[in-house]
Structure formats: structure tokens, C-alpha cells
């Protein structure tokens, strides 16, 4: 089966060795992404701004994999702060209301940088 790799241009792609997504036949993973924190419309204190961000820019990564997040059948969601969940959960509501993709919402520690308050990875599955 072919393996194809989207690259979004980080500099941690080659830093660490990783790219944003692998399609391998019709199983797609997507990396660990955080928002792009821009401190005017995606604040480093707003759980559900940084939310929409990812999700919509994990909306592009899988159209250049010629599909869409009707095909997630899974996301990883992780916080650095539980009591996130209600404005977590609304803005993935905004995308998965009617695809409903098993999910699982975890507290750790730390994420990369303090900025971050969301990471989320997302599995799919094309339907042939």
C-alpha cells in the first residue's frame, strides 16, 4: 500500500522526525495538533478557540488527503486543565455533532508550551 505524508512546513517536522498526518491505504492518523495562538482571535486562556483552531485547520489536513471529518472515527483530546470540558466539548460538537467519533478527554501535566491548553489526534477511516 502507498504511504502518503502530509508536511505543513513546522520546523519540528524535521526537528523531531514527524509529519501532520500518514494515509496509509484507507487508515489515516493525524499528529498530536495544538492551535495556532494568535492572542487576538485565539487567546492562550481560551479553551474553545483554540479547540475550533485545531479542528479547522485538521479540516484542511484531511482535504489534501482527499477526504473529511465525516471520516473520524476517533479523536484524543488532551488539557491541561479538566475544567475545560464544557468549552472543549462545544466546539468539537461544532464539527462532530452528527458523526460522533469515539473520543476520549484526558488532564496531563503539560503540553508543549504553557500557551496550549488543547492537543487533539484524530484517527479515520475512508470507506471504500
Request: net charge negative.
Given at each position: 500500500?502507498?504511504?502518503?505524508?502530509?508536511?505543513?512546513?513546522?520546523?519540528?517536522?524535521?526537528?523531531?522526525?514527524?509529519?501532520?498526518a500518514v494515509r496509509?491505504?484507507?487508515?489515516?492518523?493525524?499528529?498530536?495538533?495544538?492551535?495556532?495562538?494568535?492572542?487576538?482571535?485565539?487567546?492562550?486562556?481560551?479553551?474553545?478557540?483554540?479547540?475550533?483552531?485545531?479542528?479547522?485547520?485538521?479540516?484542511?489536513?484531511?482535504?489534501?488527503?482527499n477526504t473529511s471529518?465525516?471520516?473520524?472515527?476517533?479523536?484524543?483530546?488532551?488539557?491541561?486543565?479538566?475544567?475545560?470540558?464544557?468549552?472543549?466539548?462545544?466546539?468539537?460538537?461544532t464539527f462532530f455533532?452528527?458523526?460522533?467519533?469515539?473520543?476520549?478527554?484526558?488532564?496531563?501535566?503539560?503540553?508543549?508550551?504553557?500557551?496550549?491548553?488543547?492537543?487533539?489526534?484524530?484517527?479515520?477511516?475512508?470507506?471504500?
Amino acid at each position: 500500500m502507498e504511504r502518503k505524508n502530509i508536511l505543513t512546513g513546522s520546523p519540528w517536522e524535521d526537528k523531531m522526525g514527524y509529519c501532520r498526518a500518514v494515509r496509509i491505504g484507507n487508515i489515516i492518523e493525524v499528529s498530536g495538533t495544538v492551535a495556532i495562538v494568535d492572542g487576538e482571535k485565539v487567546k492562550a486562556d481560551d479553551a474553545y478557540a483554540q479547540t475550533l483552531n485545531i479542528l479547522e485547520r485538521v479540516e484542511k489536513v484531511l482535504e489534501d488527503l482527499n477526504t473529511s471529518m465525516k471520516d473520524v472515527i476517533r479523536t484524543r483530546i488532551f488539557t491541561t486543565d479538566i475544567t475545560t470540558f464544557e468549552a472543549v466539548a462545544t466546539a468539537h460538537s461544532t464539527f462532530f455533532k452528527d458523526i460522533k467519533p469515539t473520543t476520549g478527554f484526558y488532564e496531563i501535566s503539560k503540553l508543549v508550551a504553557p500557551e496550549y491548553l488543547v492537543e487533539i489526534e484524530f484517527t479515520a477511516v475512508v470507506a471504500a
